[in-house]
Every structure is written in structure tokens, then in C-alpha cells.
């Protein structure tokens, strides 16, 4: 086998790995519940991994009958152009809409804000 051949199959393969990961999170998607739950900023910017909002879902957040782990911090990732929505004014509350698998912690969806009891998502394009 020549050697460009090896490097074109090696790159489909490293495509093929990429490709099953995205595919396993959005059957995940489809399979577990998606829950809002409340969550509290905490350290909103690393260098290295780009600009994200890592978030800690508040205990006791009514989610229904879905189980939600609190126990490890989640990580959303914002555009670059997006001011930072973890600071929020007073009287709102930030919300993420996740997918609550069995095991593990919550994989994030979407943020949103709530304000007079009224659940709005955020547009982060």
C-alpha cells in the first residue's frame, strides 16, 4: 500500500471517530429527557479552551421525575461576538435546558433566562 493511501485512510478514520461521537450525543438527545434547570455561573473564562460559561446546576431544582446529577459543574460554550450571559441583572435567574442521561452529568442544550416566572431562551447566534 503506498503511503498516501495510508494517510487517506488514517484521516477517514480519524473522521469516522469524530463522526460516531456526534452521532452517539445526538441519539442521547433523542433517547434521554431534556429538563430546564436552574444553574450558577462559576468561572466563566479559560484561555485555552475558548470563551465557555461553566455552569453548577442549583440543588433542589425542580425537574420532575427526571434525575439531574449536581455533583460536577457543565460547560456551555458561547460565540465569540456574545456578551457574557451569566451576568444577569437583578430579578433574573439564569436556566440551562440539558439532556439528563442515567449516568454522568447533564450534557447542555440551550441557556435561558427566567424573569417574573417566565422561562425565556437565550439567542446566542
Do not use: C
Amino acid at each position: 500500500m503506498k503511503v498516501s493511501y495510508r494517510g487517506l485512510l488514517l484521516a477517514a478514520l480519524h473522521v469516522a471517530l469524530v463522526l460516531t461521537l456526534g452521532a452517539k450525543l445526538l441519539i442521547d438527545r433523542a433517547r434521554f429527557p431534556r429538563v430546564w434547570v436552574q444553574a450558577a455561573p462559576y468561572d466563566p473564562s479559560l484561555p485555552i479552551r475558548g470563551r465557555y460559561v461553566r455552569l453548577r446546576i442549583v440543588e433542589g431544582t425542580q425537574a420532575g421525575a427526571v434525575r439531574v446529577d449536581t455533583s460536577e459543574p457543565v460547560v456551555f460554550f458561547i460565540p465569540e461576538n456574545v456578551p457574557d450571559p451569566s451576568r444577569r441583572p437583578p430579578g433574573e435567574q439564569l436556566w440551562v435546558e440539558v439532556t439528563a442521561p442515567k449516568k454522568g452529568p447533564p450534557r447542555p442544550i440551550r441557556l435561558g433566562v427566567k424573569k417574573d416566572g417566565v422561562l425565556t431562551p437565550l439567542a446566542l447566534d
